[in-house]
């Protein structure tokens, strides 16, 4: 029996330089996976990071830079993805910002910029990466995701709309894929010790929310990692159009 | 291997998905107290065969979930062991088919017995032993009748129904010392169950399903994996439809 969840499975994953991603690119690697890592650049130190985990469990790791605002970049990331003739197994798109603003004080423009990194250039890369698993007659997207899109938090109306658009993006997908052999699903993070928390939230808040977990403490990114993991493989081969709360137990 | 060194008091192992669990859990390491309603020779064999070929220890444990007397014997045998409970896996269970005006209050009480009540009475016996070593994960089976509901099936639905709401508090009381406690709604599978239908009742289950066929109880086990090892150790409270996108 093969332990090694994602054996000589290839995968792309989005947002891979920092937090969730990160943790995303080491776990599925040491699962055996083969990845695209995608990031915004090419900075040494996350080409050197990608050589690194490659060398230490003998997959391939691919970085692939682009900027999740450029349509044209997104299509040529693809096209170089595509150019290598291999199949691809799963999609995670992980890739997102943060946005804390009460609601009177979100202008229009800071939520087009919400929407177009965390839905619609994620729906825009999706589009491209299922044409090909319906060609493979197979695949699985897992999309991240936030409690926020559930339970609604002050201060995130930008980030948690476009966040559970992701959620009903992620059931249509699922109902309209399943007979090419497509799953698709959601991964919900709560609150998880990134640099994305550290910088869009005080100290207090973390605090106040980690003591409404139900485990109380933070979620570490491997947590989410590990949650993408289930979904991305084989494990979860009869489960679709779900959203798994890796959270805690915060909220409901 | 996602269990090694841990181990599991599974219940309903003789056969579906009960069975399919306890083959994955045992083949991923885990030390397994399997549970089945009556001693049964088919059962031993396998269980004995299962031990020899993942090198893990199984120790079958009988006891009938409408006897208290045999669950506290059974729990005792497995509470003198003295050893940690790591999950608890409560897969033993019965359908009951009925519509709402011909469930007498006796089979409604006898299916809550079943589905219900043996199972709080099952989880508090051994969640004391995890809330002890301050760790451990519970998994409770539900089933899609019990978010969806699902006609004819008043009492079913309603016991399991019953059983998400004792898993979301459940989670809340015990998550300070460690315990996740979560549920399976597994949505139509290809048991002994399932296959006692006739052709047309079952395609019509399936009717609304996106992935275009019945779950195996292989599938289901998998998803119990997940919420048995730590692969989810930030997962709490949690409902996981396995149900090929039947609804919800």
């Known amino acids: 029996m093969n332990m090694k969840l994602m054996a000589d499975r290839n995968v792309i994953i989005t947002g891979c330089s920092r937090g969730i991603g990160r943790a995303m690119l080491g776990v599925f690697a040491e699962n055996g996976a083969n990845v695209w890592a995608c990031a915004r650049n090419a900075t040494e130190q996350f080409v050197s990071y990608c050589e690194d985990i490659a060398r230490r469990h003998e997959v391939r790791i691919t970085p692939v830079c682009f900027d999740l605002r450029d349509p044209a970049g997104i299509t040529s990331a693809v096209r170089s993805i595509m150019a290598s003739n291999l199949p691809v197994h799963a999609l995670v798109n992980n890739a997102g910002v943060t946005l804390n603003a009460l609601f009177q004080m979100t202008s229009m423009e800071k939520l087009r910029e919400v929407f177009e990194i965390n839905f619609f250039s994620q729906f825009l890369l999706t589009q491209y990466v299922v044409r090909l698993m319906v060609r493979q007659k197979g695949g699985s997207i897992v999309n991240i995701s936030s409690s926020a899109a559930i339970d609604g938090n002050t201060g995130r109306s930008a980030y948690g709309a476009s966040k559970a658009a992701l959620i009903a993006l992620t059931k249509s997908m699922a109902a309209e894929l399943a007979e090419h052999g497509i799953r698709v699903n959601a991964v919900a993070p709560g609150i998880t010790a990134t640099d994305m928390v550290g910088q869009s939230m005080s100290q207090k808040v973390i605090d106040e929310t980690v003591a409404q977990t139900k485990l109380r403490r933070i979620g570490k990114p491997d947590d989410i990692a590990h949650s993408a993991l289930f979904l991305a493989s084989d494990m979860s081969s009869y489960i679709t159009g779900q959203v798994i709360r890796t959270d805690g137990g915060l909220g409901r | ?248």
């Open chain 2, 1 to 248: 291997m996602l269990l090694q060194g841990k181990t599991a008091v599974i219940t309903g192992c003789l056969r579906g998905i009960g069975r399919a669990a306890l083959d994955l859990f045992a083949h991923h390491g885990a030390s397994v107290w399997a549970c089945c309603q009556a001693p049964d020779d088919g059962f031993a064999a396998h269980v004995a065969e299962l031990a020899e070929a993942t090198g893990v220890t199984i120790i079958p444990v009988y006891f009938d979930l409408t006897s208290h007397e045999q669950m506290r014997a059974g729990i005792k045998q497995i509470v003198d062991a003295k050893r940690n409970v790591d999950i608890l896996l409560n897969i033993a269970g019965a359908a009951h088919n009925a519509l709402f005006h011909m469930t007498s209050m006796d089979k409604l009480k006898e299916v809550f017995e079943i589905d219900f009540f043996s199972q709080i009475f099952l989880t508090q016996m051994l969640t004391k032993l995890m809330m002890r070593a301050k760790s451990g994960s519970v998994i409770t089976v539900a089933s899609i009748a019990g978010l969806d509901g699902n006609p004819g099936q008043i009492a079913y639905s309603s016991a399991k129904a019953a059983l998400i709401g004792a898993t979301k508090t459940l989670a809340a009381e015990l998550g300070a010392y460690g315990i996740r406690v979560n549920a399976i709604a597994p949505g139509v599978i290809q048991t002994d169950m399932t296959a006692a239908l006739p052709k047309e009742k079952f395609q019509e289950l399936l009717r609304g399903s996106k992935l275009p066929r019945a779950g195996l109880p292989e599938e289901v086990a998998q998803a119990m994996l997940f919420l048995a090892s730590d692969l989810s150790s930030y997962v709490t409270g949690q409902v996981l439809r396995v149900d090929g996108g039947i609804g919800g």
